[in-house]
């Protein structure tokens, strides 16, 4: 297979969220986010923070869902309560940074 140079590179991509449960257990909650592939070096010399980054390259998700079970929708409002949890945000830069734009498997 061919690789593909593309300037708006997309990808759907599994993210394991672990969340400390009662007894010192931690649950392990699954969403699927959309990311758009950036160049590393663009943010990297603007110095911008975690958060602005994955503001920009989060473009969608599926499996996020409220305390009553119902699906979230994705907008600029979700998007800023879930990156201001403070389990989901290090997840989702871990899965970011170190499986996506380095090119690794997701980690199950």
Do not use: H
Not at 9 to 22: K, L, Q
């Amino acid at each position: 297979m061919s690789y593909t140079l593309t300037e708006d590179r997309r990808v759907m991509w599994p993210v394991t969220i672990n969340e400390p449960a009662d007894g010192g257990k931690l649950t392990r909650r699954k969403i699927d986010i959309e990311f758009r592939i950036d160049d590393i070096a663009k943010w990297e010399e603007t110095g911008e923070s975690v958060k602005d980054v994955l503001t920009r390259n989060i473009v969608g998700w599926s499996g996020l869902q409220n305390s009553k079970k119902e699906p979230v929708p994705f907008n600029d409002e979700t998007l800023e309560q879930l990156l201001t949890d403070p389990y989901a945000l290090p997840a989702i830069w871990n899965a970011y940074l170190n499986e996506v734009l380095a090119g690794a498997e997701a980690k199950n």
